[in-house]
């Protein structure tokens, strides 16, 4: 069976995170996924807790930017989580969600700023003195001043072919992120594979997650409710960088795109009632076990190595029920 993981929101106090964490571990989660989003609960800190309550679990940043924090300060930062959980951290980057315009952060360049934040960060890590001067990024003669514990396996987040090849080129893994869509997974494998060939080596070098927002529920409605209000935050959030929507095949009505247009949260509602039904069966995975497995069944295949959840919960139920029931109810259909 490949291997599970789960991916946490930083919405939970540290007790709740620490039970989610012990809980993933005891269920057979092989990684723990924890995002770095700037102005919710800091990602390092939540990530040392688990690294203190947890022994087994791989604890990832999931994802870290290159923009809202510098390359070399989040090599410092996961080389002291490995330390820490004695050589379980994984680095996840990505290009990053919210947040970047309340801190006047532009993404600009974002191939350039991951290309050159995953050579800053492997060459701090290998303790050696680091000079770049990136079309994004610069560092003049730094070196961690303590010995990393070792090796970090470096992850890329994508929804798009550029990032697609370079996690194919740099990275030891790669999370695809929000596809039920099999020619969009096609599309992705094959420019891994693309930039894998680029640097020598082969797609079967990485490490292929795809990872799911779901929700998993006997009340199929309620849970498609809650995974229609997620996704229409989130495209509304990204708004108006919607490429990925490209690789679904699938296009947004204008009624929709007017009203992310003024990214007004008292709108959701508007924005839930004119997202298609086609764009949530492409991205989220919502109902009972057996509906769920199916979904994931039809995206497997060679090639693919594991896969992650980010869990969300129907009004009376919890986190903890989504992360249990996809554990022992999900993966065993899919075993089979």
């Known amino acids: 069976m490949r291997p599970i993981g789960v991916l946490l929101n930083a919405e939970y106090p540290a007790a709740e995170l620490i039970r989610l964490g012990r809980l993933a571990e005891e269920l057979g989660y092989q990684t723990l996924w924890y995002v770095d989003v700037r102005l919710m609960r800091e990602c390092y800190v939540g990530l040392a807790s688990l690294a203190m309550a947890t022994r087994r679990i791989r604890l990832a940043t999931g994802v870290t930017d290159p923009y809202s924090r510098h390359p070399a300060l989040t090599a410092a930062a996961i080389a002291s989580l490995d330390e ?135 009340d199929e409605a309620a849970a498609m409710q809650v995974m229609r209000r997620r996704l229409a935050q989130r495209i509304v959030n990204g708004y108006p960088n919607l490429r990925f929507l490209e690789a679904l095949d699938v296009r947004l009505p204008q009624a929709f795109l007017d009203v992310a247009a003024r990214k007004d949260p008292a709108l959701i509602a508007e924005a839930m009632a004119a997202l298609p039904e086609e764009v949530l069966a492409r991205s989220v995975l919502a109902g009972n076990p057996a509906r769920v497995a199916a979904g994931i069944s039809a995206m497997l295949r060679p090639g693919v190595t594991g896969m992650t959840i980010r869990p969300h919960a129907c009004p009376g139920s919890s986190t903890e029920d989504v992360v249990r029931r996809f554990a022992r109810e999900v993966v065993p259909l899919l075993d089979g």
């Open 84 to 218: 820490l959980s004695e050589g379980r951290a994984v680095l996840g980057l990505g290009l990053g969600g919210s947040g970047f315009r309340e801190l006047g952060i532009e993404k600009t360049l974002p191939v350039a700023a991951l290309r050159e934040g995953i050579g800053i960060v492997r060459g701090l890590l290998r303790g050696e003195e680091v000079t770049v001067a990136g079309k994004v990024l610069s560092l003049t003669g730094a070196r961690l001043q303590f010995a990393p514990h070792g090796a970090v396996p470096i992850y890329i987040a994508t929804q798009g072919a550029q990032i697609s090849r370079l996690a194919g080129e740099l990275a030891d893994g790669v999370l695809i992120a929000n596809t039920l869509h099999p020619p969009a997974l096609d599309l992705y494998l094959a420019q891994l594979a693309a930039g894998a060939a680029k640097a020598g080596r082969a797609l079967s070098d990485i490490d292929v997650n795809l990872r799911w927002e779901l929700c998993i529920a006997d």
